[in-house]
């Protein structure tokens, strides 16, 4: 599970994605914006199963509702009563527009400055634009 690993750890190469994980596992908590999208990409990016992160999300999220919280990743996943598959975000767009600090968070590297761009955080796990169209 080595792609799973890399979610829950942050360490994903996708700056947007691993500041939200690094965010979750060091406060308990994530917003609603950040939620929507590391589901997006666990699902729609990795291809990987939404119950996975629904659990990941349950053993960390000190506001966690059960309902909430399967009913979002249900959706994220493109399943239930809005079965749209195919509607994924755009990791690199969302982090420009939602996360002006970049990445905020500590870095596994101590990296710093403006970059959303996965390629450059290549060698922290994922080729994200593999993944991204294998699993289109």
Known sequence: ??????????KTGVPFVDANMRELATTGFM????RQNVASFLTKDLGLDWRMGAEW?????VDHDVCSNYGNWLYSAGIGNDPRE?????MIKQGLDYDSNSGAGPSPRGRKGPSHTPKQHRDRGIDFYFSRSKNL
């Open 1 to 10: 599970m080595r792609l799973f690993d890399a979610w829950k750890e942050g």
């Open 31 to 34: 917003s609603n914006r950040g």
């Open 57 to 61: 999300f349950e053993s960390l999220l």
């Open 86 to 90: 195919n509607r994924k975000f755009n």
